[in-house]
């Protein structure tokens, strides 16, 4: 099956601009999750989805950062006017609902803000 | 709380011998812990899991322990290789939501 997608596979921005990064998650998956892993950390979770819904937004660092999936299935990540803080590798995942279903993650996009 | 502690930040082995990484968990509905290596460039991959009722799980030189009354659970790589040289990630799932909590990392050296 095809793994995870997402796109760009990079950027770099000046501070204050915006970006949007895109996920496809694997076909069947119906929780998706939003990571931002600054480098040689370990993922930290920004938002979670199951379908449509939200599950957990809590971790969105301000209201610069949203995340939707208005339909179930791809994604979307934007930061608005973005900071030097931001330069991370941002890392979409998926799994199916389930008891021992781990999050498949995809290739990532690397984000730089200079 | 919902955190998850992993040790050591750094490892380094020598070749053909073990190596041990160990994380902790505060939440007690965890009930499910998988493993992911990071090599440079690229994204976690899911090495091994085991889930809360089991105590030990091996596949492939990998063996996974899980101590629910310590809330610990560890990773052993027999026989290094400077392949297994990388990140590796730690995780907890708990049982009231699917929320995934990730450790900082260990970062594995393998000498020869």
């Known amino acids: 099956e095809a793994g995870v997608t997402q796109s760009p596979r990079y950027a770099v921005l000046q501070e204050g601009q915006a970006v949007s990064f895109w996920c496809d998650p694997i076909s069947g998956h119906d929780t998706l999750y939003w990571y931002q892993q600054p480098r040689d950390q370990g993922p930290q979770l920004l938002v979670y989805f199951r379908d449509e819904a939200v599950i957990d937004n809590s971790q969105l660092p301000s209201d610069r950062f949203s995340a939707v999936r208005p339909k179930g299935t791809n994604s979307t990540l934007k930061i608005q006017s973005a900071k030097q803080g931001d330069t991370a590798t941002y890392l979409c995942?998926?799994?199916?609902?389930?008891?021992?279903?781990?999050?498949?993650f995809g290739e990532g996009t690397r984000l730089s803000v200079l | 709380g919902e955190q998850v502690e992993q040790l050591p930040s750094i490892l380094r082995v020598q070749e053909g011998s073990s190596a041990s990484i160990n994380c902790t968990y505060e939440?007690?509905?965890?009930?499910?812990f998988p493993w992911y290596k990071q090599e440079p460039g690229e994204n976690p991959k899911l090495i091994i899991d085991?889930?809360?009722?089991?105590e030990r799980k091996q596949t492939q030189g990998l063996i996974v322990l899980l101590d629910k009354k310590a809330k610990r659970f560890s990773l052993h790589i027999t026989d290094t290789q400077p392949g297994d040289s990388a990140m590796y990630f730690c995780?907890?799932?708990?049982?009231?939501?699917?929320?995934?909590?990730f450790g900082k990392g260990t970062h594995l050296h393998v000498l020869p």
């Open positions: 939440n007690s509905a965890s009930n499910y």
């Open positions: 995780a907890a799932r708990s049982t009231n939501a699917y929320k995934v909590i």
């Open positions: 085991i889930r809360s009722n089991m």
């Open positions: 995942a998926s799994s199916r609902t389930g008891y021992n279903q781990a999050p498949l």
